[in-house]
């Protein structure tokens, strides 16, 4: 058994201010390659960078609040206990249309990679 703290982790923020925490994954407290979880808060009124990935495959667990979630162009209306499937391609984000922002899970396949994080400028 392994314990992770949410308290012992740095998060890392972008350009969009999302906060994400990589709790099991490629370098994190708990390595692992074959998948990853990260909790990622985004706080209110907060739209995330448009992505998508060329090799990853993403769930997306919502732990808190509620938001938007846009993948391909279609928006996902979501709240605690929904979860979203985004499949390798899909360009996608996350937004925050209320005062309280919210949370949710980013469980990776394979492990998250900052390579395999594609903007189209």
Known sequence: MKLVRLSDIRPFSGQDK??????IGKGA??????YSVAKTVVPPHTKAVEHYHDHTEELYV??????????DGRSIDVSVGDTVLIEIG????????????????????????????????
């Open 18 to 23: 999302c906060e994400t925490y990589e709790l």
């Open 29 to 34: 407290a708990v390595e692992r390659r074959e």
């Open 62 to 71: 919502v732990t808190g609040g509620s938001g938007t979630i846009v993948v």
């Open 90 to 121: 899909e360009r996608h984000f996350a937004m925050s249309n209320s005062d309280s922002g919210f949370e949710f899970l980013a469980i990776s396949f394979p492990a998250y990679d900052s390579g395999d994080f594609i903007i189209d400028e």
